[in-house]
T-cell receptor, first 113, second 108 residues
Framework: EAGVVQSPRYKIIEKKQPVAFWCNPI?????LYWYLQNLGQGPELLIRYENEEAVDDSQLPKDRFSAERLKGVDSTLKIQPAELGDSAVYLC???????????FGPGTRLTVL | AQRVTQPEKLLSVFKGAPVELKCNYS??????LFWYVQYSRQRLQLLLRHISRESIKGFTADLNKGETSFHLKKPFAQEEDSAMYYC??????????FGGGTRVLVKP
């Protein structure tokens, strides 16, 4: 099994440009998470989905960040416009209802120039 | 508010020496603690959880509610233990708060 899949793995953009990240969770996992990991820090939750519903987006900067999980499977996270401070690793994770262990993807490393 | 503190950014030990990674938490409810590990060029993965009371790869961790700690220990470190270790606190259904991480370097 491939586990959680994320793309792209790396992205370099100039500030003020838009960027999007894609995540495909483990098959059958209802819960999907997007985390932000700054250099030298632990992951911080941005948004959590239960199926297609965003049940916790309190830490998502809604002025420039948006996310969707339209069919309750894969998800996209978008930043528009990107700022220098958005340079970080964006992690996606998923878990099943019966097991709260979160399985992480490899992450997308974003560099904003 | 919940918080997880890992005071050591880097721990450097020699192979065969004991290693202890400190983790302290702040939470008013009933805590559930985890240790996650990230080896070089690999994804973040669960190492162990306190409710399982198990030893994984020789590592153990005991939840001390009085001291609000969940330190990770291994009596004899191996070179393959070199990695980033993150302590995490579960405060609500499927919500994790992570510490800042500790890099362990095991020297030959």
């Amino acid at each position: 099994e491939a586990g959680v899949v994320q793309s792209p793995r790396y992205k370099i953009i100039e500030k003020k440009q838009p960027v999007a990240f894609w995540c495909n969770p483990i098959s059958g996992h209802n819960t999907l998470y997007w985390y932000l990991q700054n250099l030298g820090q632990g992951p911080e939750l941005l948004i959590r989905y239960e199926n297609e519903e965003a049940v916790d987006d309190s830490q998502l900067p809604k002025d420039r960040f948006s996310a969707e999980r339209l069919k309750g499977v894969d998800s996209t996270l978008k930043i528009q416009p990107a700022e220098l401070g958005d340079s970080a690793v964006y992690l996606c994770a998923s878990s099943s209802l019966n097991n709260n262990e979160q399985f992480f993807g490899p992450g997308t490393r974003l560099t904003v120039l | 508010a919940q918080r997880v503190t890992q005071p050591e950014k880097l721990l450097s030990v020699f192979k065969g020496a004991p290693v202890e990674l400190k983790c302290n938490y702040s939470y008013s409810g009933s805590p559930e603690l985890f240790w996650y590990v990230q080896y070089s060029r690999q994804r973040l993965q669960l190492l162990l959880r306190h409710i399982s009371r198990e030893s994984i790869k020789g590592f153990t961790a005991d939840l001390n509610k009085g001291e609000t700690s969940f330190h990770l220990k291994k009596p004899f470190a191996q070179e393959e233990d070199s990695a980033m270790y993150y302590c995490a606190l579960r405060t609500a259904v499927n919500k994790l708060t992570f510490g800042g991480g500790t890099r362990v370097l095991v020297k030959p």
